[in-house]
C-alpha cells in the first residue's frame, strides 16, 4: 500500500526550487485537479494524502462515476513526510528525470528529425547576445519564447520587438508562432501502447480536451492521416526508450496552416509522468455505447445539461470545476 500526494507541480519541485508558485497558486490549482487521482489510479488499497477536507457525498459521486470504492484520503498533516510517495511524477532519479522531461531534449531530438517535428526558425538559446544574433524577422511574423522547465503551457510568453531585449537567465527555446488549428496529444504506457487525444489550449492553458472512442476516428474528423501521425510517434517513441526511460510518455503535437496548407509540428514537448491527457483517456469508458467522443470542459461556470458529468467535487477555493460531455 501507497501513500500517494499528487505532486501536480513536479516540474517547479523537479527543476528549481526557485520558481516555486505562490501559495493562493498552489491551493487553488490543488482544488481544482488534485480529485483526478480517483479516476487515474486504480489500485484502491493505495491511499490520497490531501491537505483537503473532501465532503462524504462528492467523493459518493465519483464512486457512482466510476462503480468502484475509491481510495482512503488520508490528512496531510497527520502524515509522516517519510511514508508519502509522489504520484504526478516520480522525484526519484533526478538528474535523469531532469533530461527526459526537458524541452531541451525534446527540441534537439525535433531539430534532428526535420521539419515536420520541429519548424523552422526554432532555436535554442542560453543569453540575450544570441538571441541579438538570431535576427529574427520580427515584420513577417511573430515569435514565442518558451521555458525549457515547464508544463502546461505555463512558461510561454510572445516574444517581440518591444520585449526582445528583456534578460534571459536561463536557456529558452524560441519559436514562430504559428497558425494553429489543432494541438493532438498522444499517451503512451509502460507496454507502448498508444492513445490519442485533441488538446485545448486557449492562451498556452489546459483547458480540456477531445477524446474519441476510435483513435483513428479522432485523426478522420480532422482530415489528418492516423498512419503518418502514429509513425512519427514511433520515432521519438524509441529515442526515449533508447535512454533507458521506460516508463509512460506524454507527447504533444500540433497541426498549423502556413502558406494554404496543414503542416504537421510533431514534437512539441514531452513529459515523462502522468498528465492532464492521461485523465483524458481514462475517460473513454464514460462515453455511451451509441456515441463516439466525449468532451473534457475546464470552466469557472456552473454547468447544466443532461449530458453532462460533473467530475469534479467541491471546494472552497476552486476556480474551475471539470465536466465531461458526451458528444455524437
Known sequence: MLNHQVNLFYEWQLFSAKTLPQKWMHNSIMQNFEFIYFFMEENTDNSLVSPFDYKKEDLNKIEKILQRNLQQVIPLEKTPPNIITPWWGELKNLEFEKKINSKITSTLLGLELGNDFTPSHTHIISSLEELKRLKLPFSQRQFIKRSPFHSSGKGSSLLTENNVNDPIKEDVIITPLLNKKFEIGCCVNEQDHLSFHLAHYPHFTFMGGTVYRD??????????????????????????????????????????????????????????????????????????????????????????????????????????????????
Open 215 to 328: 483513435d483513428e476516428e479522432l485523426f478522420r474528423s480532422l482530415g489528418l492521416s492516423f498512419k503518418d501521425h502514429f509513425n512519427a510517434m514511433e520515432k521519438i517513441i524509441s529515442f526515449y526508450r533508447s535512454l533507458g526511460y521506460k516508463g509512460r510518455l506524454n507527447i504533444d503535437s500540433l497541426y498549423y496552416e502556413e502558406e494554404g496548407k496543414i503542416k504537421p509540428y510533431y514534437l512539441m514537448e514531452v513529459n515523462a509522468r502522468r498528465s492532464m491527457g492521461l485523465f483524458l483517456q481514462t475517460l473513454k469508458k464514460l462515453i455511451p455505447p451509441h456515441k463516439k467522443k466525449g468532451d473534457l470542459i475546464l470552466t469557472p461556470l456552473l454547468l447544466a445539461d443532461d449530458h453532462l458529468i460533473k467530475l469534479s467535487p467541491d471546494l472552497p477555493k476552486q476556480s474551475k470545476k471539470t465536466y465531461f460531455k458526451t458528444g455524437n
